[in-house]
């Protein structure tokens, strides 16, 4: 079955969340090590769909394999940036799907955004690919950012400018 890439929808939450829980419980991707609690993402949702931010999800048949969404910054003076999340479950990695996703996710930014921005942690070299061919440059680097399991990890970050 192919995967179908779409804007999220409230009824999404639950699948979402599951999928967000997947992925942060890998501990190598997100500062998250669990997902919030269920009525904080149907907040989330809610948020994004109301305020036009652009959140799109990918689904394997009904399957939720993966989400990315723009959020608009709410610092006075910020208001035409935004910063990306994105997040694939470990079965779907490796496909192109990502790439997909995020085209789908800028494309729906452009016009809404001057400015898109995201931090990555320094060993997801996949993930820094897939935003370097997407536009998104180099920034800056946090050195030892990030504390987690035993180790140190840089975060890279990364921002693009829409014309």
């Known amino acids: 079955m192919p995967i179908t ?6 009824n999404d939450a639950e699948a979402f969340h599951a999928a967000l829980d997947s992925v942060a419980r890998e501990r190598r991707f997100l500062r998250l090590t669990e997902a919030p609690a269920i009525e904080r993402t149907y907040d989330f949702i809610a948020s994004n769909i109301a305020t036009g931010n652009p959140q799109f999800v990918a689904l394997d048949g009904n399957m939720l394999v993966g989400w990315c969404d723009i959020c608009q910054s709410g610092e006075a003076g910020s208001e ?3 910063s990306l999340g994105m997040g694939l479950l ?3 990695r490796g496909r ?4 997909n996703l995020l085209a789908a996710t800028l494309d729906a930014a452009r016009g809404r955004f001057h400015r898109v921005e995201l931090d990555v942690y320094a060993s ?3 993930a820094i690919a897939l935003y370097e061919k997407a536009g998104f440059v180099h ?18 970050m990364m921002g ?3 014309s």
């Open 5 to 10: 890439i779409r804007p999220i929808a409230l």
């Open 90 to 92: 470990a079965s779907h």
């Open 139 to 156: 920034e800056g680097r946090r050195r030892a950012a990030l504390h987690r399991d035993g180790r140190h990890e840089d975060i890279v």
């Open 96 to 99: 192109g799907l990502g790439a």
């Open 80 to 82: 035409h940036c935004g």
């Open 160 to 162: 693009l400018l829409f």
């Open 124 to 126: 997801n070299i996949a």
